[in-house]
């Protein structure tokens, strides 16, 4: 599918900036890295796929950081797997090396499994939420020194807003979903003196990924292109991040307060999908 181009958005410039992503091999994350570029910031790709041949899905960390550089920036690709403290703070040090600064880092890597408590092993439990919640920590952690030092920097999380106290069927997924969520909320007042804005981001609708695919999460009717997701980071990145911390963002309010009127370019195919996404932890939400 063709990515989506919205004339109603204004790119911010972001030449001069580098982003660290976590989880650019594929679906959003790859797509956020690619809007980052095209804006003009170099990115650093990250993920545990460096070789087609050493797994079973498309896309390496090396191919998205070759697709950021024929967009006319650098970036590096570093092997990272989030839940390994250790590589976590040498990939920060790589990063920061190679560019001298990283002002922008983004928290995308998930693991995801929906499934009630009774049906999901412990180890499953332990994964959702190293990946999710403790990873999102180690990289957040890791570079806090470095973007306090920045003049205004941005540290960003693909995570849904805390509305909920339960989540039946799927709770082990929210509760690690929701803590990078509250991680980040919480780093924005930690960080507050420091100029970093700290704020979460979620589609309203389900998004076309290999894991909606996976897990049979509705048809293309039910889906958007991931590019909303990444329009929806660089409307975040247009503002400035000593104001605009501590939101929790849903794509669709974002983008509609920056002019959008018409999500139909986004969609996959005609119709517009249901809020399943955002209903997943609000059950309440409605448009």
């Not at 709770?171 to 007042?189: E, I, N, V």
């Not at 929806?232 to 911390?245: G, Q």
Request: with cysteine.
């Amino acid at each position: 599918m063709k990515t989506p181009r919205l004339d109603a958005l204004d790119a911010p410039d972001l030449s001069g900036s580098t982003a660290f992503v976590t989880g650019t091999t594929r679906g959003i994350g790859k797509e956020i890295a690619l809007a980052l570029a095209e804006a003009g910031a170099n990115v650093v790709s990250t993920g545990k796929t460096v070789d087609d041949s050493d797994s079973e899905l498309e896309g390496t960390i090396h191919e998205t950081a070759a697709a950021c550089r024929e967009r006319g920036v650098d970036s590096l690709a570093v092997q990272l797997d989030v839940r390994d403290e250790d590589a976590v703070e040498a990939a920060a040090t790589a990063a920061i090396e190679e560019f001298g600064t990283v002002d922008i880092v983004i928290n995308n890597a998930s693991a995801i499994q929906l499934a009630n408590v009774a049906d999901l092993p412990a180890k499953r439990f332990d994964l959702l939420n190293d990946v999710n919640a403790r990873g999102s920590y180690l990289v957040a952690r890791a570079f806090l020194p470095h973007l306090r030092e920045q003049d205004g920097a941005w540290l960003l999380a693909n995570a849904p807003p805390v509305t909920t106290d339960r989540a039946p069927g799927k709770a082990p997924y929210a509760w690690s979903k929701l803590g990078m969520s509250f991680l980040t909320l919480s780093l924005a007042d930690e960080l507050a003196a420091d100029d970093v804005g700290c704020n979460t981001f979620w589609p309203v609708t389900a998004i076309d990924t290999r894991a909606t695919r996976y897990f049979g999460l509705g048809t293309e009717d039910d889906w958007r292109h991931p590019r909303i997701v990444a329009d929806t980071v660089l409307e975040i990145l247009s503002r400035d991040p000593a104001a605009f911390t501590g939101n929790a963002v849903y794509d669709e309010a974002l983008l509609r307060a920056a002019g959008v009127d018409n999500f139909a370019p986004y969609n996959l195919t005609d119709g517009d999908p249901a809020p399943t996404s955002a209903q997943m932890f609000d059950e309440t939400f409605s448009r």
